[in-house]
């Protein structure tokens, strides 16, 4: 399993970016599929994540309402559309794989497969 993360970059505050997650050789052992994310300085954290076999969304209390999860099945691709971007959302983005439990899912040493990180700054 592969994935490959991309869609990162400088935006200003109140303004969107899309993340793309390319997924290769997905498997049962990748049915949730999640975005994490880490300022310099923290640890890495939950953001939002996306069961494939059930198509059940998760979100963050911080980026719920603003944020969402999305795939496309005929792409193996799942989407992060990040919309009214705060400075505090700034950090790398990792897509992730693997098969949590429900209570588990938001806890990053519970998925396996890790996608390389894309950077996504937001200026004040």
């Known amino acids: 399993v592969q994935l490959q993360a991309s869609g990162g970059g400088l935006v ?7 993340l793309s997650c390319a997924i290769s050789g997905r498997t049962a052992r990748t049915d949730y ?3 994490f994310r ?7 954290e939950f953001v939002s994540a996306l069961r494939w076999s ?3 969304l ?36 990792y897509c992730a794989g693997g098969r949590p439990i429900t209570t588990t899912l938001r806890s990053h040493s519970h998925y396996t497969y890790w996608g390389q990180g894309t950077q996504v700054t937001v200026s004040s």
């Open 12 to 18: 200003q505050a109140g303004g969107s970016l899309r």
């Open 33 to 35: 599929l999640a975005w």
């Open 38 to 44: 880490q300022a310099p300085g923290k640890e890495r």
């Open 54 to 56: 059930t198509g059940t």
């Open 58 to 93: 998760y979100y963050a209390d911080s980026v719920k309402d603003r944020f969402t999860i999305s795939r496309d099945r005929s792409k193996n691709t799942v989407y992060l559309q990040m919309n009214s971007l705060k400075p505090e959302d700034t950090a790398i983005y």
